[in-house]
Structure formats: C-alpha cells, structure tokens
C-alpha cells in the first residue's frame, strides 16, 4: 500500500482553505517567475510547494474535489515517484488520451466558477486561451491573488543580487548599437512605445549581467523603450555603483522594479506599444490593455526584435564562443579520463562525480556559474532525462554500465552545454547498438546541408532516422539555441519534429547556435544522450539559393568502448573518425598532462 505524504496533503488543505475564502474553485500554479523564466528561483517554487514534484517545468491545478499536475515526457518517471502519496494526478502531456490543462478546466469547470491564479506567473497567451475557452461558461478569472502567500509561512524571499557590467568590448557591440536597431524595429512597426520583459533579452541588450535566476545570469528587470528615453525597473539593491556609473554614461534611467505597473497606470500613451505575449505576463498585459484602450492607441503583439538579435550572434561573440567551447571541451575530456580510471578505485556517487566536475570547470579561466546543474545519472537513472543526483539521494558508480553526464558553464566570453555517455565497465550488446545508433545520429544531423529558411522542424529526422529505424524515439527536442554569457537554452531557434499548435518557428540563420543531442531512455534500465553544440555556418551560394550546414563547437570524444562498427555505414564511420581526428588537433594542446594526451590519442583513434 503506497505510504501517505502527509505534508502535502496538509498543505493542500490549507490552500483549499485559503480558495473558499477567496471564492476561487480552481486555482492553477505552474513553473514560472514574473518573466516567465525557464528556471524559478526558491520564492517561485510554489507548484513544487504543493505537490513535491521538483522538475523545472510542471503546472498543478488544484480544486476542492482533486488536484492534477501536468509535465512533459522528461519527467513522467520523476513526476510519479515524488508525487507518491500526495493525491495529486500526474497528467502526462502530449501523450494520447490526456487533456490539455484548458481542456481539463472546461470539462470539469461549472458554469459560473472562478479560476484564480497569480497574473504575474501567467504568460499573455496561456492566459488569453483559457479567458477564451472558458467564456462559454461563464468562467471569472481571479489574477491579482497569489495565495501561497497565506500558505507557505517559512517562503524564501524575492532574489535580490548585485548587477554588473560586461565591456562592450566583450559583447561586440555597444548597448547604444544594439539600442539604435531596436528603434528602428519600433518605427517598423509604426510603435512609440516598447516593453521589454524577458530577463535574458534586456541584459543583451544593455550588456549587464546579474545573478537572480539559478544558473542563469539575469537580474529581475523590466525595461521600457520610447523614442528618447530608456527606462530599467530594477531592484534599488542590486544597483552597484559601477551599474549606476555605467547607466549614467549611456543614457539609462534607473527605476524601482516594483513601480511598474504603477508607471503604466500614470502613463499617458500618445502613439501604439510594443509587446510580446509569449514574454508578457497576464496582469501586465490585462493593465497595458486597459491603460492603450483608454488612450484608443493599439497593443501591438509582435516578437521582441531582441530576440533575433540576440540569437545571431556577431563576430566578436562567435570568436570567444568557439574558444571557450575548446576550453571546456579539453576540461571535460580530462574528466572522461578521470571516471574512467577512478571507477571502482576511489569511492564514487553520481553526485561526487558531479562535483568533481564543478570544480574543474570553476577552475578555468572567466569562470561565472554553472549553466545549468550538472546531469550525473548513472545506469537506470539516466533513463529520467533531467534526473539530478544530491548528496542525500545519489547512486554509487561501479565498474559497470555507463554514466551519463550532461553539464556546461557560464564563462566570460560564452556558454557551454555538452553531454557524453560514458562506459565504465561491462555493457550489453543491446546498449552498444543504441549508443551507436545515438551517435550516428548526432553526426548525420552535424553534418546536415539545408537551404536557408530551413527551420529545425526539415533537419531533425537526421538525428532520429537511426532510432527510428529500430523503432526507439526520445520524447524530448534535439536542439535549442544558447545565448552568449546568458540562458543555455533561447530560443527563437529548435530543432524537434513535431508539429504543436502555437509553437516558436524560426529558420536557422547564420551566427545562431544549436544543440544537437539526440538519445535513447530505456525505463529502469539505461539511458544514452550525445550533446554537441553547433554553429550555423554558410556553406555554398549558387542557382539554387544559400546552403547552410553547422561546425562543430563542442570537441570531446566519443566513448568508442560502445561503438558497434557493424550497424554503421561507411560514411557514418567516416564521420566519427574525422571528428575524432579534429578533436585531437583542437583540443591535445590544451591538455597539459602527458598521460591524459596520450589517452585522448587513443581514445580518438580511428575505427
């Protein structure tokens, strides 16, 4: 008989409480801060709060009669094993037969109720599709509450940070350059008026750097664009004295990052606005709406021209990513070598393993932060695709199966994101033909050329072909873009196959750079990922049209212990011996010890 989880059924209690006195039937929490930011810091972990799921992307609806929370295919085995007890249904998203959370709410929802949920957590988008597929029954929705407040006593507090500056030098451009292009994508757009909400899209912009979101180095911030004035709602704390000289010297004014909407409410709109939904939280939307309605100007819901800025990046930017992803590729490579001849030597858990691997990469020089935290899952574990090891819940590693490590780190001058499978001892004949398939189709993908406008959607088949010809998919993208000093995972460009209502497409263009990482997850079993990050380059231009194709940025070797050379066609073996060969001529000059270069030599050789 499965075992109670008293403390969140309790916590759940007294939520529900808190929803009687509001008048609220249905209350929804999802992952998210007010910038709907992929990670939350502590003060957002509400959803976690109320139902012990921990993964960074989750939505928990809650009413009197039951509580459901939905999540996608990388945390189905996650989601089930911490939710044990709690009474909470775990709804598996895109999976036949299971509603969408608004197709859930008008099934379940009687005419006239109330659905209630913080409007600052809410995206424009998700809010406006349940005001529209509500409305038939006469559904209110109550945004102006967040009522963990009154629940959760012990919370953390709203994450508050110094800012600093990065030298223009170091980005490549000027924030006044960058500044200038965002007003002439305003006048496009016939607009006199810009919010900017995305954390990571207003420090690219202004070429600051903070440290409020977990592995990601942005500062709680709004910005507002006219045509002579540049406003930063930041937190007065996190304002150094060098942020405040620097602002000064470029021309912007500081404001209060609580005085947002305060602002909106005493503006007076003369000309049409700026927004993105996708970026834009409800209540700010619902407050823009009501102010630009009396002023009868328009709400003009266009893409930030930051973004697409900010995901091709310019010389300056490509030439220090390129060199620190050698950096961290010869650093991860000297890890390899350690697991590999520490196994069973030394004690050694997931989490130590982990930790090892920290503490290399901090070591290297314009160090930041991790980029995100380190992915060190061995054997079944590494069947969860985001599993995270801790000190307290960690598997030892032996001198069998294989380890799967996906990490990467914030330096001065780039990020990283990189994942190698690696064997430590005896492996299954099953295993070696699905990390080979894995790694076949890693490189077919690398090696792609494609017609400019090609989205991710027309290449990611390269990556799955070799899978799917043994009948086994991975239920999650094969790439995302990687911001420079910034997010590991931007957008606007992927790479996955399937087509989802409403999703971001965008043609992959020169200058942005994409992970390439496709993988096999065996529940209870093993789990394989190959992670390169990719370059799109120019390749030929002629009758018809610009080709492009990728390089390579990430530089590690494949585990060759768990190649099967007899299921691979000579091209792709082809292909794992010139990569191999290069990443010996990029990466052996960065690795100082004789004994780790000669392994490399071996670890590279051809097949």
């Given at each position: 008989m499965e075992q109670e989880n008293k403390v969140i059924k309790d916590r759940l209690s007294a939520l529900?409480?808190?929803?009687?006195?509001?008048?609220?039937?249905?209350?929804?929490?999802?992952?998210?801060?007010?910038?709907?930011?992929?990670?939350?810091?502590?003060?957002?972990?509400?959803?976690?709060?109320?139902?012990?799921?921990?993964?960074?992307?989750?939505?928990?609806?809650?009413?009197?009669?039951?509580?459901?929370?939905?999540?996608?295919?990388?945390?189905?085995i996650q989601a089930e094993n911490q939710m044990k007890g709690t009474g909470v249904k775990l709804y598996k998203m895109l999976e036949p037969g299971v509603p969408t959370i608004s197709e859930y709410l008008k099934a379940n929802m009687k005419e006239g109720q109330t659905l209630g949920f913080d409007g600052r957590v809410i995206s424009t988008s998700i809010g406006e599709d349940l005001e529209k597929k509500l409305s038939a029954k006469k559904v209110s929705l109550k945004i102006d509450k967040d009522l963990a407040e009154e629940v959760w006593t012990d919370r953390p507090t709203l994450p508050c940070h110094d800012m600093y500056v990065l030298s223009d030098?170091?980005?490549?451009?000027?924030?006044?350059e960058k500044l200038a292009v965002v007003r002439e994508k305003m006048n496009e757009y016939g607009t006199t008026f810009h919010l900017l909400s995305k954390l990571d899209d207003i420090m690219w912009l202004t070429n600051l750097r903070g440290n409020d979101v977990e592995c990601n180095p942005v500062a709680?911030?709004?910005?507002?664009?006219?045509?002579?004035?540049?406003?930063?709602?930041?937190?007065?704390?996190?304002?150094?004295?060098?942020?405040?000289?620097?602002?000064?010297?470029?021309?912007?004014?500081?404001?209060?990052?609580?005085?947002?909407?305060?602002?909106?409410?005493?503006?007076?709109?003369t000309g049409d606005v700026l927004f993105d939904k996708r970026n834009t939280n409800f209540?700010?939307?619902?407050?823009?709406?009501?102010?630009?309605?009396?002023?009868?100007?328009?709400?003009?819901?266009?893409?930030?021209?930051?973004?697409?800025?900010?995901?091709?990046k310019n010389e300056t930017e490509l030439r220090n990513i390129r060199e620190v992803y050698l950096r961290d590729s010869a650093k991860l490579t000297e890890f390899i070598y350690w697991v590999k001849n520490n196994v069973g030597k030394i004690p050694m858990t997931e989490y130590?393993?982990?930790?090892?691997?920290?503490?290399?990469?901090?070591?290297?020089?314009?160090?930041?932060?991790?980029?995100?935290?380190?992915?060190?899952?061995?054997?079944?574990?590494?069947?969860?695709?985001?599993?995270?090891?801790?000190?307290?819940?960690?598997?030892?590693?032996?001198?069998?199966?294989?380890?799967?490590?996906?990490?990467?780190?914030?330096?001065?001058?780039?990020?990283?994101?990189?994942?190698?499978?690696?064997?430590?001892?005896?492996?299954?004949?099953?295993?070696?033909?699905?990390?080979?398939?894995?790694?076949?189709?890693m490189l077919r993908l690398a090696k792609a050329n494609f017609l400019e406008g090609c989205t991710g959607k027309n290449v990611d088949i390269l990556a799955r072909q070799p899978l799917w010809n043994l009948g086994i998919d991975y239920q999650h993208g094969t790439g995302h873009g990687i911001g420079y000093v910034l997010n590991v995972h931007e957008g606007p460009q992927n790479i996955r196959w399937r087509f989802?209502?409403?999703?971001?497409?965008?043609?992959?263009?020169?200058?942005?750079?994409?992970?390439?990482?496709?993988?096999?997850?065996?529940?209870?079993?093993?789990?394989?990922?190959?992670?390169?990050?990719?370059?799109?380059?120019?390749?030929?231009?002629?009758?018809?049209?610009?080709?492009?194709?990728?390089?390579?940025?990430?530089?590690?070797?494949i585990d060759l212990e768990a190649i099967d050379t007899s299921i691979m066609d000579s091209s792709d073996i082809k292909a794992l011996n010139d990569y191999h060969a290069e990443v010996y001529r990029r990466i052996s000059p960065l690795i100082q010890i004789?004994?780790?270069?000669?392994?490399l030599k071996e670890a590279t050789r051809s097949i």
């Open positions: 529900r409480a808190v929803m009687a006195k509001e008048g609220i039937d249905y209350y929804m929490m999802p992952t998210s801060d007010f910038h709907n930011s992929e990670y939350s810091a502590d003060f957002f972990k509400v959803r976690e709060y109320f139902c012990g799921f921990d993964g960074s992307n989750g939505t928990l609806v809650v009413s009197q009669e039951e509580a459901g929370m939905w999540t996608d295919g990388r945390y189905f030098e170091l980005c490549g451009k000027s924030f006044k709680l911030s709004y910005a507002v664009i006219t045509a002579d004035e540049f406003l930063l709602f930041a937190q007065p704390d996190e304002v150094t004295d060098e942020v405040k000289s620097y602002c000064d010297k470029v021309g912007i004014t500081l404001k209060d990052y609580h005085e947002l909407f305060s602002y909106i409410e005493g503006t007076s709109f209540l700010t939307f619902k407050t823009l709406s009501k102010k630009t309605k009396e002023a009868a100007v328009s709400l003009k819901n266009e893409k930030d021209p930051t973004e697409l800025l900010k995901a091709c130590s393993a982990a930790m090892k691997l920290d503490s290399m990469r901090a070591a290297l020089p314009g160090f930041i932060e991790l980029s995100f935290p380190t992915i060190s899952a061995y054997k079944a574990n590494a069947a969860m695709a985001h599993y995270e090891a801790t000190e307290d819940n960690c598997s030892e590693i032996k001198p069998e199966g294989m380890l799967l490590v996906d990490s990467g780190g914030t330096y001065m001058g780039g990020t990283t994101d990189v994942t190698r499978t690696i064997v430590v001892g005896h492996i299954s004949d099953e295993i070696k033909r699905n990390y080979t398939a894995t790694v076949m189709g989802t209502p409403g999703q971001n497409e965008a043609p992959l263009m020169p200058g942005m750079i994409v992970s390439d990482e496709p993988g096999v997850y065996i529940q209870d079993e093993y789990g394989i990922r190959i992670e390169n990050i990719v370059e799109v380059v120019k390749r030929g231009n002629g009758r018809y049209g610009q080709f492009l194709g990728f390089d390579h940025l990430t530089y590690v070797p004789t004994y780790i270069r000669e392994w």
